[in-house]
């Protein structure tokens, strides 16, 4: 029976850590602030919301929304992002994608149009560049983090190892490899075109499920030992929240493994959180 990597345990701890920064910012008068910028009601958007809303809550972070309409215009969208940036009260911003489909023609320049220096979910080319560059210039993606929080909590040492990852989204895919090959894994990325890609995944020491479609990966993709992070959040023809992963299927085989739900999910809310309380130490530290 494989470990399981329990997501609400990491969750906890890096909770922790954020409400510690947030008191110290209290202390100076300064109270963190979350802005959440919505376009319309897509249920998975509502859903993510209210977890981080919740989070903030009990974190003692400030979070303020601005709403706009499903059929909001571009402009309309670029000035709430524009207030976004100009509230300096405002540490952190998290901009709700993907977009309308009206609106994603121009998605990327919508996103880069938020300062890096706000932009807690690393949605912008400044920020993404920091990934894979390695400076400390604006946040990395939520996602990609929570994985290595998942495996830094748990001790599972990435250095030398063979890692897989299965996915190579800007969201998580690429982000996560660029991550791991920092910790010195030797990091194979997997694609639709790749060729049998259940051997390559097979001879993995960590793996990263991150393809976006649900139980993907069965019994044939995995051997004894491996770490698994699933990334995957689908729904199954019965209706259920599942992974990437055939948990059922791979749990018997590999050494550990998160669940979905249960996994990364939850730590990924805790990651934006945590790095909006980052974003308001920094300008503190800057005197602003």
Same mark, same amino acid.
């Given at each position: 029976?494989?470990?399981?990597?329990?997501?609400?345990? *990491?969750?906890?701890?890096?909770?922790?850590?954020?409400?510690?920064?947030?008191?110290?910012?209290?202390?100076?008068?300064?109270?963190?602030?979350?802005?959440?910028?919505?376009?319309?009601?897509?249920?998975?958007?509502?859903?993510?919301?209210?977890?981080?809303?919740?989070?903030?809550?009990?974190?003692?972070?400030?979070?303020?929304?601005?709403?706009?309409?499903?059929?909001?215009?571009?402009?309309e969208l670029l000035a709430a992002v524009e207030k976004m940036n100009r509230a300096d009260h405002i540490h952190g911003v998290l901009l709700f994608r993907p977009l309308p489909k009206h609106l994603q023609q121009n998605q990327a320049m919508i996103e880069n149009a938020?300062?890096?220096?706000?932009?807690?979910?690393?949605?912008?080319?400044?920020?993404?560049?920091?990934?894979?560059?390695?400076?400390?210039?604006?946040?990395?993606?939520?996602?990609?983090?929570?994985?290595?929080?998942?495996?830094?909590?748990?001790?599972?040492?990435?250095?030398?190892?063979?890692? *897989?990852?299965?996915?190579?989204?800007?969201?998580?895919?690429?982000?996560?490899?660029?991550?791991?090959?920092?910790?010195?894994?030797?990091?194979?990325?997997?694609?639709?075109?790749?060729?049998?890609?259940?051997?390559?995944?097979?001879?993995?020491?960590?793996?990263?499920?991150?393809?976006?479609?649900?139980?993907?990966?069965?019994?044939?993709?995995?051997?004894?030992?491996?770490?698994?992070?699933?990334?995957?959040?689908?729904?199954?023809?019965?209706?259920?929240?599942?992974?990437?992963?055939?948990?059922?299927?791979?749990?018997?085989?590999?050494?550990?493994?998160?669940? *979905?739900?249960?996994?990364?999910?939850?730590?990924?809310?805790?990651?934006?959180?945590?790095?909006?309380?980052?974003?308001?130490?920094?300008?503190?530290?800057?005197?602003?």
């Amino acid at each position: 029976m494989a470990k399981r990597l329990s997501g609400k345990e *990491v969750a906890a701890a890096l909770n922790e850590k954020t409400r510690a920064k947030a008191a110290e910012l209290n202390e100076k008068g300064i109270k963190p602030t979350l802005g959440i910028i919505r376009v319309g009601e897509n249920k998975s958007d509502l859903s993510y919301e209210k977890g981080i809303t919740n989070c903030c809550q009990f974190l003692t972070i400030e979070c303020e929304k601005l709403v706009l309409p499903a059929d909001a215009s571009q402009d309309e969208l670029l000035a709430a992002v524009e207030k976004m940036n100009r509230a300096d009260h405002i540490h952190g911003v998290l901009l709700f994608r993907p977009l309308p489909k009206h609106l994603q023609q121009n998605q990327a320049m919508i996103e880069n149009a938020l300062l890096s220096s706000k932009d807690v979910d690393g949605m912008t080319d400044i920020s993404m560049s920091s990934v894979f560059t390695g400076k400390t210039e604006g946040f990395p993606p939520c996602t990609p983090q929570a994985c290595m929080e998942i495996l830094d909590y748990y001790g599972i040492d990435c250095k030398g190892k063979k890692a *897989v990852v299965v996915g190579r989204s800007l969201v998580t895919g690429k982000p996560v490899a660029m991550m791991l090959l920092r910790r010195d894994a030797t990091v194979t990325i997997c694609h639709t075109k790749t060729e049998d890609m259940a051997s390559l995944v097979r001879a993995a020491d960590i793996v990263i499920a991150a393809v976006g479609r649900a139980g993907i990966l069965d019994d044939t993709y995995f051997s004894p030992g491996q770490v698994v992070i699933d990334v995957g959040i689908n729904v199954d023809k019965e209706g259920k929240l599942c992974g990437d992963v055939d948990y059922a299927k791979a749990e018997p085989i590999v050494g550990a493994i998160t669940p *979905v739900p249960g996994g990364v999910g939850g730590v990924t809310t805790s990651v934006l959180v945590s790095h909006v309380a980052e974003a308001a130490l920094k300008n503190c530290k800057k005197g602003r």
